[in-house]
């Protein structure tokens, strides 16, 4: 059933491994599709984003695939850093603009 | 520095007391809107503006009023509190409509009504 827990899911990382978020969205018209991270007391921050006529697309540590046969989304950071965790939510733009809820990374040093 | 502020950032206030959340961006951007961030339910858009003098609801309105006579600014009135308005807003810019491109998110100002 659906979840109206107060808790995000978490994933737990040790400092210098690779991270997995991953996030499945709902519109099968969203063509446009964004990674966000807030740290805590602060506002959302773009990380990386891509476009739906792409599967890959490559940043700074991060690559965000898409899979639009089963509608999902996945950010991977490479050798993730204690100042990488925050939450992390997707978002997907069929018009406008609709957030996830996100996943709570913590990175253990 | 590009930025989108918000005041103040934590306001405590009781039920039915008129109050004013300000936003002010120094981008020239086009799009503004404000969201409200709850456990469980993630960011919801509360209204939006295109330009100055073109505001909208976003998807929870109620209890909600915002005016853009500025470009630069775009203050959020809640005419009469309620503890259900109790959240962290975020106010927002872009240069162009429906996330299209970054939106800027300001750091948040926390409410509490009592």
């Known amino acids: 059933g659906e979840s109206v827990g107060l808790h995000l899911p978490t994933l737990s990382v040790q400092e210098g491994d690779n991270s997995i978020i991953n996030c499945a969205y709902s519109?099968?018209?969203?063509?446009?599709f964004i990674w966000y991270k807030q740290e805590s007391g602060k506002g959302p921050q773009f990380i990386i984003d891509?476009?739906?006529?792409?599967d890959k697309r490559q940043g700074q540590r991060v690559t965000v695939l898409l899979n639009k046969t089963v509608k999902h989304l996945s950010l991977q950071i490479a050798a993730t850093q204690p100042g990488d965790s925050a939450v992390y939510f997707c978002?997907?733009?069929?018009?406008?603009?609709?957030f996830g809820q996100g996943t709570e990374l913590s990175v253990k040093p | 520095e590009a930025q989108v502020t918000q005041n103040p950032r934590y306001l405590i206030t009781v039920t039915g007391k008129k109050l004013t959340v300000t936003c002010s961006q120094n981008?020239?951007?086009?799009?503004m809107s404000w969201y409200r961030q709850d456990p469980g339910l993630g960011l919801r858009q509360i209204y939006y503006?295109?330009?100055?003098?073109?505001?909208d609801k976003g998807d929870v309105p109620e209890g909600y009023k915002v005016s853009r006579k500025e470009k630069r600014n775009f203050p959020l009135i809640l005419e009469s509190p309620s503890p259900n308005q109790t959240s962290l807003y975020f106010c927002?810019?872009?240069?162009?409509?429906?996330?299209?491109?970054?939106?800027?998110f300001g750091p948040g100002t926390r409410l509490l009504v009592l």
């Open positions: 519109n099968s018209a969203s063509d446009y």
């Open positions: 927002a810019s872009s240069p162009e409509v429906a996330g299209r491109e970054t939106q800027y």
């Open positions: 978002a997907e733009v069929p018009g406008k603009l609709i």
């Open positions: 981008m020239n951007h086009e799009y």
């Open positions: 891509i476009r739906s006529n792409m």
């Open positions: 503006s295109m330009n100055v003098e073109v505001t």
